[in-house]
């Protein structure tokens, strides 16, 4: 079982800049595929941001420019930097995770393990 446990969330003005961090209790953390995603109240969860285990790095339109995945294989953390943040990112997001490479990398259903999420919202 992956426990998986995000942090960085936090209230912030239009323009501004947060980092997530996600702590993963996992063996081989460089064999698992990744990724961020979000979700507003009343709207589906949708991926933001995924880094597959092979290294490919996968975005969302909406973020593209303005969020940053990473890791840190030394410290087995996952990050998402997101720069020029809008009130539409405001949403509870969430990293999730699954042994391997995925098909669909923005796809809910290809990870089998989440995280409780952390609150992000941006204010005008």
């Known amino acids: 079982q992956v426990r998986l446990v995000e942090s960085g969330g936090g209230s912030v003005q239009v323009g501004g800049s947060l980092r997530l961090s996600c702590a993963g209790s996992?063996?081989?953390?460089?064999?698992?595929?990744m990724a961020w995603f979000r979700q507003a109240p009343g709207k589906e969860r949708e991926g933001v941001a995924a880094l597959d285990s092979d290294g490919t790095i996968t975005y969302a339109d909406s973020v593209k420019g303005r969020f940053t995945i990473s890791r840190n294989g030394d410290q087995n953390i996952l990050f998402l930097q997101m720069n020029n943040l809008k009130p539409e990112d405001t949403a509870m997001y969430y990293c999730?995770?699954?042994?391997?490479?995925?098909?669909?990398?923005?796809?809910?259903?290809?990870?089998?393990?989440w995280g409780q999420g952390t609150q992000v919202t941006v204010s005008s």
């Open positions: 996992w063996k081989f953390y460089d064999r698992y595929s």
């Open positions: 999730a995770a699954d042994w391997g490479g995925v098909g669909r990398p923005l796809a809910r259903p290809e990870y089998q393990y």
